[in-house]
């Protein structure tokens, strides 16, 4: 799980590398190094530890050359250090090779190459790459990376130069993701498109077993024999200034100010002056929804949270049973997954390899399968057979927050058009659901508005060991949410439970002084969360508490709770779009008044593209 970028043209290379090497270090962080090819001989520099160790490095040692690959990684095998850290020569210094993935058969062709006399200078599975493109190589990269490939079992995406090949960088993809950037004189290749978007927005997805030549004037793609494949342009309208921080110190809290944007590219244009919802890249007809008899949601981390919620959706809006299950579990299960089910899988990168497998399986199986993914052209959008794009824009934190808040938008644009072909939803209820989703970015603004306040008390409680979340219906789903920021970036235990199974053990952890988040925001089951938070309270818990401005007369001894925050009265189905939004600033401050590195927990990569 790392990230790779290349250049080739006119510019020097060093600078190039390194700035998409920044923008690609969500995606691994513990060490990162550059090759750059001048005067016939490729130079190395690489350092264990952030980009910035690497850039002390080359400060005062400045490569030239206007042809090179760069890489940050984040260790599988091998530990982070320099000698372990990308790129890889061969034994001859004229190959040098960055790759993402695992290779799962390293250990035999590594044991093949020593006998073969080739001597290994790191623990990586990568180096055998590096030895297999030497051992094949006969004047021509291109071809000698294709033959490698072939030996290689597992994942990869691959950037090579050779110095006896000054003019060309090659490319090779299967299973990890790999981007070439078109420019004018100038190409790139790139692990994503935020690398390398200040120079260009246009691109070319490279797909599995293929490969790509690239020259400073000219792209080439093949297939694994060698013929040429035809690709059209992608072309994004992300701005650059999406992918830098633009002022804010972290990417994540620039991204969770961001969601009320978000939250309107992700749904316009979805909903007509009708209130009718039209979502271009689903073609799931009536007759379609008829044969399914049963929905399973498969997803990862954040994303599997959204789908909690989508799950309540669809079951209360198209009444159709779900099932919904991590990627991890679905994939060794033996699902009951047949021509009648319809999966719908959510993932932010488009990569994840845990949820790659579970489509795989259902695929096989004869099911349909839809994707909301917020990558265009990633292995996930391009293995479905319908696809929703979150239109979140990038999101380089690698807490994730604008995307999980677009994906419970479009879970709901999802229930609300499965609903319509059912015949299940009025006229009445699309048109009021709909009106208030396009005010939901208001409602988030309110959070956002609180976050001077929020900050105050959060920084006052920075040294709470042990955080819990409590909520029911929709609000239970956004306390596990919540949970999870708070875990992932601040290191603080933190557990979330459905109020209703407090008493059955977790209410056993409150003692005095224990800080319980609360979120209330359903009124079915207002009373019910209230007196479970009495429950707490009587216990000596301190109850932090976000609720609607409708339910203020309904709850008893506010002037009781540690905290209040009041969102404004929406639709219950629309408030976890805005409630979530607390809960992430609350981790985020936390996270800071402990003076965590928010956008790189430890231990934490954005896009896991390995098991
Ligand atoms: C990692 C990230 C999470 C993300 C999860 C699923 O664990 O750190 O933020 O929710 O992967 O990723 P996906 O790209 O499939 O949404």
Redesign the pocket.
């Known amino acids: 799980m790392c990230g790779i970028v290349g250049y080739i043209g006119d510019k020097q290379a060093q600078n190039i590398l390194v700035d998409g090497l920044k923008r690609l270090e969500y995606r691994g962080y513990d060490s990162s190094g550059v090759a750059v090819l001048d005067n016939n001989q490729i130079e190395i520099a690489k350092k264990k530890g952030k980009i910035k160790d690497l850039e002390g490095v080359l400060v005062n040692n400045e490569i030239n050359g206007t042809i090179g690959i760069g890489h940050t990684r984040w260790a599988t095998h091998g530990e982070p250090s320099d000698r372990n850290a990308h790129p890889h020569f061969s034994m001859d210094e004229k190959i040098a090779i960055v790759h993402n993935g695992i290779i799962e058969n390293y250990n035999e062709l590594r044991e093949e190459l020593k006998s073969e006399g080739y001597k290994f200078n790191s623990d990586t599975d990568t180096e055998v790459i590096v030895h297999l493109v030497e051992k094949y190589y006969d004047g021509d990269l291109l071809k000698a990376v294709n033959r490698a490939t072939k030996d290689l079992v597992g994942s990869y995406s691959i950037g090579a130069i050779s110095s006896d090949e000054p003019d060309r960088l090659i490319a090779a993809r299967y299973s990890s993701p790999l981007v070439i950037g078109i420019g004018e004189g100038e190409n790139f290749i790139a692990s994503d498109i935020p690398a390398v978007l200040e120079h260009t927005k246009n691109y070319y997805i490279l797909e599995d077993h293929e490969l790509a030549e690239i020259t400073k004037n000219d792209i080439k793609i093949y297939n694994q024999d060698l013929e040429p494949v035809e690709r059209e342009i992608t072309h994004v309208t992300w701005d650059a200034k999406d992918a830098q921080k633009d002022g804010y110190p972290f990417f994540m809290l620039k991204e969770i100010n961001e969601q009320p944007r978000a939250l309107q590219d992700a749904i316009r244009g979805r909903i007509k002056e009708n209130g009718d919802i039209k979502l271009d890249d689903v073609v799931i007809t009536k007759e379609d929804l008829d044969k399914i008899d049963h929905i399973q949601i498969v ?5 599997y949270n959204a789908g909690l919620i989508g799950k309540k959706y669809i079951e209360k809006y198209a009444r159709i049973p779900i099932e919904i299950e991590t990627a991890s579990e679905y994939r060794y299960k033996n699902p009951i997954v047949t021509e009648n089910t319809l999966l719908i899988v ?7 390899a845990d ?1 790659l497998a579970a489509i795989d399986i259902a695929k096989k199986n004869g099911a349909r399968v839809l994707a909301i993914t917020n990558v265009i052209g990633s292995s996930i959008a391009r293995q479905s057979n319908d696809v929703i794009y979150t239109n979140a824009g990038p999101e380089i934190a ?3 927050t604008k ?1 999980y808040v677009t994906q419970v938008a479009c879970m709901m644009l999802v229930a609300l058009h499965l609903g319509r072909l059912k015949g299940l939803v009025s006229d009445e209820k699309l048109k009021k659901l709909t009106t208030e989703l396009k005010q939901a970015s208001d409602h988030i603004q309110k959070a956002l508005d609180d976050s001077e306040e929020l900050e105050e008390y959060v920084t006052a409680n920075k040294d709470h060991e042990d955080l819990y979340l409590i909520g029911r219906g929709h609000d239970y789903n956004t306390a596990i949410e919540g949970s999870l920021k708070i875990k992932e970036i601040s290191y603080v235990h933190s557990e979330s439970f459905s109020a209703g199974e407090l008493k059955h053990g977790p209410i056993a952890l409150i003692e005095d002084g224990t800080i319980v988040l609360a979120v209330a925001t359903q009124e079915d089951v207002l009373e019910k969360v209230m007196s479970n938070i009495e429950e707490v309270r009587t216990r000596g818990g301190k109850v932090f508490l976000v609720t609607q401005e409708k339910f203020k007369d309904r709850i008893a001894d506010l002037d009781k709770m540690d905290k209040v925050f009041f969102l404004p009265d929406m639709d219950d189905d629309i408030a976890p779009l805005a409630s979530v939004v607390y809960l992430q600033l609350f981790a985020y401050f936390l996270a800071v008044a402990n003076g965590r590195n928010v956008d790189q927990p430890r231990n ?5 593209t390995v098991e």
């Open positions: 997803a990862c981390g954040t994303a959510l993932s932010q990168s488009g990569e994840t949820t690698v807490a994730s995307a934490l990569a954005k896009a896991v």
